[in-house]
């Protein structure tokens, strides 16, 4: 038995830091970011083992620091050793001598001075070399896990392990649109970013392009709000891209988020940023986004992970509902009819309108089809209004005003109606009176698996079918729905009970579509399908073959 000494522990915590090809790239990509690099050149050979090469044009290192970046627990960017003050990504100082305990490693630098450097690791060997390049740092990794045949046998695929890379890149593309990437893999170019400083030109380019729709599917947001952490004001900064609701995903995996610079999975902003979306969309899925994040460095503490995938925030809850707020207001001001070129098959043509209520302002009701839709003119375009949907979003913000200001109005059934439940809405109905109440139910059990109803909602001076305290045990249990009571809401205004009748003469389609525009949110129901589609003039112009401008 015997104590292992420090640098066999540092070469065995090598292989936690590095764990993965994608890992290498990561840690490279945040030094380059670190150095303030505007332009960050990637390439990978296979499934990264082989080779992975980034070169940026950052501030570069003189030949001393060049030689000391590459020892274990060297880093230059803790000046007085203060782990609060740290603005950079990177201050463990491992990064590089963990890569080079796993692989052969080739750095070549230069600070701006008349000749750059080259230092050469390979195993225990350090070669140092005076080496022509312009200013900036570009470091090759070859050969990774040579001495690691565990690790190599656990990779996947080439395909999946490139994927994660490419994962990782979109990342930071997206979350720092201010730098130009460019990744390669065997030598074919997959993804370059223009580095405008634009989310939206670099989600153009990225494979998230499918993910969150085109741009005019989305909206930027840049947000900055004062809010007290720690007994100090402190500006906390959200910016980024929001899809609209319009494209959502089954799962949470398609929101990008960045703290300070760095990628990171912190679920607390992830439910802020869902919350943010609220009733826009439907209970079971999820929104597509990427946010930035800026805060103080004494407000965020990234030491909690060992590949800092995430991050403890100082006052969460704070910085949760800052990210909650900015996310709900872009979305609410967001006008998506500005002009898009769109292809000219009706379908493409048809767009879920969405934006500020002025957008049915100015709508005049021309007509109808089949007692469904509501046809309007509304600026040049033509607006196809689902009856149904817009009849729920009223009846839901209604409720939820009502749900606000006390309880929901409800009438007494004289007799009670017996209800037979499952077992488990019994158990419900138990569970959630106080909840039912305030909903405008009075359910008692009954013994077995009945309850007599006493009351039902009647919020709109409409009765609420005793059936509906089924779909509203429902939204409670499955209660996983970010706000119970929305689902409920939700669900109450969804029910066939409360809506109007299908024929509604002109004033009362009119007067349906002056009170959709005072909505907070007029263009979704409150499952989150869309209420408004807009028909752009160009559309039919196209489609009639006319020239646009001649009528
Ligand atoms: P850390 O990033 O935690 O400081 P690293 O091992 O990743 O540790 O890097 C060690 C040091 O090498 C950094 O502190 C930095 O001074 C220098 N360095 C690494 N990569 C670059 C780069 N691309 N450009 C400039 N300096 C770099
Ligand atoms: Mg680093």
């Known amino acids: 038995m015997r104590r292992l000494d420090r640098e066999t522990v540092d070469r065995i915590a090598a292989g936690e830091v590095v764990t993965r090809p994608a890992r290498v790239v990561v840690e490279l990509v945040e030094n380059a970011l670190d150095a303030s690099a505007k332009r960050i050149e990637i390439e990978v050979d296979g499934d990264g083992t082989e080779r992975i090469r980034v070169a940026d044009d950052g501030d570069g290192m003189s030949a001393r620091a060049a030689e000391l970046a590459v020892e274990r627990h060297t880093t230059s960017k803790l000046p007085d050793g203060d782990l609060t003050a740290v603005k950079a990504l990177g201050f463990r100082g491992e990064a590089l001598a963990s890569i080079a305990d796993v692989a052969r490693l080739t750095l070549t630098t230069n600070d701006g001075g008349p000749k750059g450097t080259r230092v050469i690791v390979d195993d225990d060997e350090v070669t140092i070399e005076s080496a022509g390049r312009g200013r900036g740092t570009t470091i090759e990794v070859r050969d990774l896990f040579h001495n690691r045949p565990a690790r190599r046998e656990s990779l996947a695929t080439p395909a999946t392990e490139f994927e994660r890379i490419s994962d990782r890149v979109a990342g930071f593309a997206l979350l720092r649109p201010g730098v130009a990437f460019s990744l390669d893999h065997d030598d074919r170019r997959t993804v370059a970013t223009p580095g405008t400083g634009d989310a939206v030109d670099a989600v153009l380019v990225l494979p998230e392009r499918e993910r969150l729709g085109v741009a005019r599917e989305s909206t930027t947001l840049d947000a900055t709000t004062t809010v007290e952490i720690a007994g100090l004001e402190t500006d906390v900064t959200v910016r980024g891209l929001l899809a609209y609701p319009s494209t959502t995903r089954a799962s949470t995996g398609h929101v990008r988020l960045a703290v300070n610079g760095r990628p990171v999975s912190v679920p607390a902003l992830r439910r802020a940023i869902e919350r943010g979306y609220g009733s826009l969309l439907p209970g079971d899925r999820h929104p597509v986004a990427a946010l930035a994040v800026s ?65 049915l302002g100015n709508a005049t009701f021309v007509g109808r089809f089949r007692d469904l839709y509501l046809l309007c003119e509304a600026d040049g375009d033509l607006l196809v209004i689902d009856q149904h949907a817009a009849h729920e979003r009223i009846n839901y913000e209604r409720l939820r005003e009502a749900v606000d200001s006390a309880t929901v109005p409800s009438v007494t059934l004289d007799p009670p109606v017996t209800l037979s439940l499952s077992p488990a809405d019994i158990a419900a109905v138990e569970a959630h009176t106080d909840e039912l109440a305030r909903l405008g139910f009075d359910p008692e059990p009954f013994g077995g698996d009945t309850v007599r109803l006493r009351a039902v909602p009647a919020p709109l001076g409409r009765v609420a079918d005793p059936e509906a305290l089924t779909s509203a045990l429902a939204a409670i249990r499955d209660g996983s729905a970010t706000d119970e009571r929305d689902a409920l809401l939700a669900d109450l205004a969804c029910h066939p009970s409360l809506k109007a009748g299908d024929e509604l003469d002109d004033d009362e389609a009119a007067a349906l579509i002056e009170r959709l525009g005072t909505c907070d949110q007029p263009f979704a129901c409150p499952h989150g399908r869309p209420t408004v589609l807009a028909i752009e003039e160009g559309h039919l112009a196209r489609g009639f073959e006319r020239h646009p401008n001649r009528r």
């Open 295 to 359: 805060l103080p460095p004494w407000a965020v503490d990234p030491n909690v992970h060992p590949t800092k995938e995430t991050v403890a925030l100082r006052a969460a809850d704070a910085v949760a509902s800052v990210v909650e707020d900015a996310v709900a207001d872009a979305l609410s001001t967001a006008d998506l009819r500005r002009a898009a070129d769109v292809a000219m098959d009706l379908d493409a043509a048809l767009d879920p309108v969405e934006g500020t209520a002025s957008a």
